[in-house]
């Protein structure tokens, strides 16, 4: 049975079920589906996989039966039908924090677990800092002191407890260190907890401008006139220098400090109509 409340896109949802389906019921199709929804077309179904069509307040209440959703369950596809149409952050977490009242408890830790751990900027900073340092409970006011801007010690405590709860460090010959593994709740969701973390790295780096010569950061500013294509050529250009940034990092050896790169590139007006 597919569980609902591992999805927060219902496009997504609805393309996994429909191969769950396919694989139990051999005579599973777009086409059976639509007359148990009783809607005449065979390609809405692939439409709404598809993003070129979207469920309506009717149709929803139509799926949730067909789905074979509980009352439980069809208020949270209801809402994650909400959430993937929703167009600003402000509307997608109000959704959001609806969504996670009902999730599982277990779903519900981990899910609440994931959003403490983008909140703070000095959380992913910590877990960093343990390739550094040698910490454990003994010395964590050190670790505190490490980061520039400082932290206080109890926030310092309390970032190694989430780490530890997260499975994201361990104690290795006594100090904490860095597990290999990374932090996932979804494609739809991961950007609403990011979205607050950038914010506080984009602050720090206005505040790097003031605290650090020019020998140890480099900030700059171009402002240029593009075309459409011109402008996803550039995109393609940076995610292929942080890739090569990523790969001088994992190279590295002896770790001395923490940095933060920064990359903004955005549009400074709107896009004008061809002709």
Same mark, same amino acid.
């Given at each position: ?58 149709? #929803?209440?139509?799926?949730? &039966?067909? /789905?074979?959703? =509980? +009352? ?6 209801? $809402? ?45 900073? #910590?877990?960093?800092?343990? &390739?550094? /340092?040698?910490? =454990? +409970? ?6 505190? $002191? ?130």
């Amino acid at each position: 049975m597919m569980n609902v409340y591992a999805y927060y896109n219902y496009r997504k949802y609805l393309q996994d079920y429909y191969e769950y389906q396919k694989s139990v019921q051999r005579y599973f199709s777009y086409r059976s589906f639509a007359k148990k929804v009783g809607y005449s077309s065979s390609g809405f179904y692939l439409d709404l996989i598809k993003g070129r069509k979207s469920l309506t307040p009717t149709m #929803v209440t139509k799926f949730i &039966a067909a /789905l074979g959703l =509980n +009352e439980r369950e069809g208020r949270y596809f209801q $809402l994650m039908v909400d959430f993937t149409h929703a167009e600003t952050p402000a509307s997608k977490q109000q959704i959001f924090d609806q969504m996670s009242a009902l999730l599982p408890r277990a779903t519900k830790t981990l899910t609440r677990n994931q959003q403490e751990y983008y909140s703070k900027w000095y959380y992913v900073a #910590v877990r960093e800092s343990l &390739a550094v /340092l040698d910490i =454990n +409970e003994k010395n964590i006011p050190e670790l505190a $002191l490490f980061l520039n801007p400082r932290i206080s010690v109890p926030q310092a405590k309390q970032a190694i407890r989430l780490l530890l709860d997260l499975g994201l460090i361990e104690l290795v010959d006594g100090f904490y260190r860095s597990v290999n593994k990374t932090i996932s709740s979804g494609r739809e969701i991961a950007p609403l907890f990011v979205h607050q973390f950038q914010k506080q790295m984009i602050d720090l780096g206005k505040e790097a401008i003031d605290h650090y010569s020019v020998e140890r950061r480099n900030v700059s500013c171009t402002t240029m006139s593009v075309s459409a294509k011109g402008l996803e050529r550039i995109i393609n250009k940076i995610d292929l220098f942080r890739k090569e940034i990523l790969d001088i990092v994992r190279s590295d050896e002896g770790e001395s400090m923490i940095c933060e790169l920064n990359v903004q590139f955005f549009p400074l007006s709107k896009e004008k109509e061809a002709k």
